[in-house]
Structures are given as structure tokens and as C-alpha cells.
């Protein structure tokens, strides 16, 4: 098997299971020689900003000197970026190797119920970091928490849940509070649990897991403050002061206000591992995370943000007034699970017009159905299915005085920019 054809076959998996349980990971990891249980694992959770905190806290344990393993999904121009050791992404041929010592002699014990494409992606990121005798992994939660591939391993110092909101009400459930129980479902025995959550019934329920667990809760505009907030759209800034001391995030490649939560989530994480001022300091400025709030281009203006449910998109509504432009041009594609209605309409004062596209995945909604949505909120809206040629159309219109912003899906995010060769199924 090649490369290629690795890719090929992990993408034809199913996405989920109808019935979602730990079962199946649990014994793959069992059979593929308990790698989980190998070094501490550290869990970013939350609705968003787990990528970019699972990035900033990575870097911080890397520049400490820690040999570390980081887990992301979805990946956005490469598959390989999902799983990482010291920030390089696996190779090639070790995904190919893994793949084939370790997952597929055991394919036949799971005839019944078929693994999911995230349950054996997830197990090669362990068995990987397991071989490179990783000191800490930190793994971005795929999907809410308690049921998640990522919630394994008997060494837990530390659960992150960066904010709680509604998406994936389906799985998750209806409200805010059973979402952030799911969530909260990542809380292990006598560890240390870090939220930037300021809702009170989400918070509620995160506190409560906490007391269960017998663990300490440190919160985010609680315990840890942050002050001296300065973004523009070259470069975000604060002062994150944390338990034990003061600690200046400055980033040229994380902008926006909202980094300053996820930096404060690593910060009170970082201090937890006893981990020192200017390692930390050093660490979060070299963070660097693609799609989020992304300048893609200056001339025309393009920016690209991974932004995919309404709190996602009030956050990125508020980051437009960093950038000087006269109109606003929306260029979006969705999956059909979002409420892209409320998303939408958290632009409706601002857009001139909306570009639809429909992503090359299975999942993704159909153009005419967002168009109809859209239509409540700007006038001119178009439908170009084909990703490429929609992006293409939104420079065009943009020219040099507009603003191109891609965001709604990051599989749609990724088609736009082209860097990835091969359909991105999942």
C-alpha cells in the first residue's frame, strides 16, 4: 500500500457510527498494544477555539523541551497535519506503516461494527506518538467529549474545555447545558480542569464534573485575567496573568480577540506543568495555526476563517473591524448540520454580497437550499457550486478595495486553497 492509497481507503470510511461509544477505540487501542497509556495526554475540547489552544499549548510544551505529540482535526491542506511530534507532521510512510501493522490485521475483529474514519485516524496519532516517545499529547477532542475517540488513557493531568455552544445538537443535544455535560465528559479523577466558559449554565455544569472528579477548576476571566488586548490585522496582543505570574501573548500569526481566550486556556495549562514565564511567552508567539483568521491575501483582501457555527461567526463578525474595506463579500459552503441561517445573518449588516458553493464532501448542503437562507439577509446573492470557480469569482468582485471573506466550512476552506491534491472525505 502507498501513500495515495492509504488515503483512499481511510476516506471511504464512514464519518461517525449511528450508535457513538468508546467500544470500538478501546479495543483497537487493546489490540494495537494499549499506546494510549504510554505518556500523559492532555484534552482541548470546547465548540471553538480547540485548535488553536491545542497549538498554542503544544508549542509552549515544544519550546520547553518536551518531546510532544499534537492531535488536530479536521486537517485543512494536508491529512497529515492531524498528527504531529514536535510540530512535524507525520511522514508519509510511517501513516502507511502504522496503518498496516496496526489497523488492518485487526479489521476483521470489528466485521460487525465498522470502525469510523476518526476512531482509527485517532489510534494511529497514539501508536505514532507512542513510538516516538512523546512526553505529553495533546489531543483536540473531535466531537463534544465524553464519547470522543480522543477520551482514552490513564494519564490525565489536564482537560481543557474552551467555551461551550450550540453545534451538533443531534449528538450533543438540544441545550447549552447538555452540551457542555457531554463536554464536560473528558473531566478526569483528581486533574486539573481549565475553561475560558463565562455562561452560567454551561459553567454550571463544567464545575459540577469538576467537584465529581475531585478536580480543580481554573477559569479564564476567574482565576486567570487578561488585560491590554490590542489587535489589528498584523498582529494580536495582551497580557494574559495567570496563577503564578504575568505572562505578554503577542502574535503576528493568531490574530483576533478571541486567540486571547485560547492563549489564557494554554497559559493556565502551561503554569499547571510549572512550565516558566519565557518559555511560555516564547512558546505562544510561535504558535501557528492555519484558517483561523487568516489573511490569505492582501491585494485583493482575502481572508480565510474556519468559522462553521453562529457563536463561531458573531466572534468573526466582530474581527471584520480590524481590516479596512469598503464592501463585504461573502464566499461560503456549508454542511448540512450547521445553522447557517443564524450564521448568515450575523453579517446581514455588513454584506454586499454572498457567494454559495457546495464542498466536494458528502456531508455538504446543497447550494440552492443555503441561496434560499441567504436571500433573507443580502440581495445579491450567486451560486457558484464548484468551489474553485467561486473563489475565483470572489477575487474578481473584491478587487482592490473589497474584502473576500471565505469561511462556513473548513472542508470548503480547504477546496478553495487548493493545496490539497486529493477529496478531502472527511
Known sequence: MNYSQLLSVLFKLRWMKPEWDL???????SLAGSPENDFPIINVGGTNGKGSTTVMLASILRNSGFVTGSYYSPHLDDFRERIRVDGEMISEKDAVRIFEEKILPHLDNFS?????FFEIITVMALVYFSEKNVEYAVLEVGLGGRLDATNVGSKRPIQIITNVSLEHTEQLGKTVSAIAREKSGTIQPNSIVVTAETNAEALAEIRLKTQQCNSKLIRVHGDVKISGVSCSSEETRCIVHGLHGAYNFSSRRLLGRFQCDNAGCAVAAAEA???????????????????????WSRSPLVVMDAAHNPSAALKLF????????????????FMRDKDYSSFLKTFSSRVSTIIINKPGVERAEEAEKVAVEARKYCSDVRIVED??????????LAGGKDLLLVTGSIYMLAEARGKNKLQIAQ
Open 23 to 29: 467500544a470500538n477505540v478501546r479495543k483497537l487501542l
Open 112 to 116: 460487525s461494527d465498522p470502525l469510523s
Open 273 to 295: 506543568l510549572g512550565i516558566v514565564r519565557k518559555e511560555v511567552e516564547v512558546g505562544l508567539r510561535l504558535a501557528r495555526i492555519s484558517g483561523r483568521l487568516e489573511v
Open 318 to 333: 466582530d474581527s471584520l473591524s480590524l481590516f479596512s474595506f469598503d464592501k463585504l463579500i461573502l464566499l461560503v459552503g
Open 387 to 396: 468551489v474553485k470557480k467561486s473563489f475565483e469569482l470572489g477575487k474578481r
